[in-house]
């Protein structure tokens, strides 16, 4: 065949720069926005934030414990509810006329930007020439758990041959103060030219065992609430607890109380106590040093009841308020009227686009999150046991929104309420078919099956097939596998292993 030239039409759609912005904002969670925001603001001169550049003070508007405690003070409420939706000025986001600096307009009104007074309040943001905003960052030092046997050991009278012994056990200890290594293999990682021999290791292992908290050194559970309890003064019962730790605390894990009583020789209330002291030691005494990962949670939206409604409102503290510079884009219209702007044009486009889309991201967040609370009101007002039914898709078609967008808005977005502080993903579940032709949610049987297990009688737990057929009396058709499923994703043990004396 000969090679030869064609023309063809065709269609398919293609992501602008400012739509691909908007995706991207729009499945950040508050931190990651601030993040991204903060990386703009480098790169832009033209954009800036607008908190403490308010000419005249505005009444303070309530921050978000405020909001939280103020559940009926309905004039202010129905008020953020309106800037919520379509801010003070009545004009919606979405459309991009809220702004006299539009992308076909001129630069007039330039510093009033997209968020003019009136729009969401904002928290405090930076605190340059705030002393008190110093300290913040300064973090308190945390002991780990080798430094503090280490500390320990240099306390003490040992040689220095056996402080060193001490110290490399010390180090050989996970993060719970167990030694996971055999002492021969710890052996066989010392040079031979030390000539260190196994005894030496025992020795160094039982004065590592000697230092605080009680029980790090220990190379098994049992070993480790061993060291606990030789610690403590003699008694029967003490005596009992050694025992049962040592050679029957398999039989103490799965609730066999019958056979334990044969073997220590005991009655119902000896091993009562002798429980009750085993539970109160500690099985993992070196996780008490282990650095914790604190994680801060700000809520995108607050929602609090207005006049017997629940209303939903943007958290000010998460809402960042931008703002083009007006200086440079003073500077900007002089050079434009001389043809000479440069690239201060496409700066002063990103800087439009960036604060239209974060308008645009806190609107549809907004929408979903009132879609929710009107769909999840029981909820609200009686809890878990009330949640209904709800799937990505319902909300899509009131919102006459895609699908994925649902979904984006949903993830790593979080909602503060009267109830607690959930993400917004909590309000969605598969549902589950009941005798009248209806649905519950599978939120409310795990609320329901949580109920009931915390009502049982502990001497003879509910099992699942019970659990089932008392859902069933009350017309919720749940399989026993299904009960077993949730409750073991929310932590619950079998009716075995919750019997108790």
Known sequence: ??????????????????????????????????????????????????????????????????????????????????????????????????????????????????????????????????????????????????????????????????????????????????????????????????????????????????????????????????????ARPAGPVRNLALTLAEKHLDLLANRDFTRL?????????????????????????????????????????????????????????????LRVNRLYADLLQKHRTRGESGGMSGQLQEARWLIKNVQQRFDTILRVSQAIVDRQRAFFDHGEVAMRPLVLREIADILDLHESTVSRVTTQKYMASPRGIFELKYFFGSHVATDTGGACSATAIRALIKQLVGSENAKKPLSDNQIADILGQQGIVVARRTIAKYREGMGIPAANLRKSL
């Open 1 to 230: 065949m000969k090679p030869s030239l064609q023309l063809k039409l065709s269609q398919h759609l293609a992501l602008t720069p400012q739509l691909q912005q908007s995706i991207k904002l729009l499945q950040l969670s508050t931190l990651e926005l601030n993040q991204e925001i903060e990386q703009y603001l480098l790169e832009n001169p033209l954009l800036e934030r607008e908190d403490d550049f308010e000419p005249a003070a505005r009444p303070a508007e309530p921050g978000f414990a405020d909001a939280l405690s103020s559940g009926e003070q309905a004039a202010d409420g129905s008020a953020q509810a309106e800037r919520g939706e379509s801010g003070e000025n009545g004009e919606s986001s979405e459309s991009g006329e809220g702004s006299d600096y539009t992308a076909e307009g001129g630069d007039a009104g330039v510093d009033d930007g997209w968020f003019a007074e009136g729009s969401f309040p904002s928290g405090s943001r930076d605190n340059d020439g705030d002393d008190e905003g110093d300290g913040q960052d300064i973090q308190a030092a945390v002991t780990s758990l080798k430094d503090h046997l280490n500390w320990q050991l240099g306390l003490t009278s040992l040689s220095d041959r056996d402080r060193s012994l001490a110290s490399f056990i010390v180090e050989a200890l996970d993060d719970d103060g167990y030694l996971d290594q055999s002492l021969d293999e710890l052996g066989e990682a010392l040079p031979h030219e030390l000539e260190v021999e196994p005894e030496e290791l025992e020795i160094a292992l039982k004065h590592v065992q000697n230092l605080d908290p009680t029980g790090v050194g220990a190379r098994s559970p049992q070993e480790c609430l061993a060291l606990q309890l030789r």
């Open 261 to 321: 009583k044969r073997q220590l020789g005991c009655d119902d209330e000896t091993l009562k106590a002798v429980q009750a002291m085993i539970m109160g030691l500690d099985p993992r005494p070196g996780a008490r040093y282990a650095p914790l990962e604190t994680r801060y949670i700000i809520p995108d939206v607050i929602v609090r009841k207005v006049r017997n409604q629940w209303v939903a409102s943007i958290n000010p503290d998460a809402f960042p308020r």
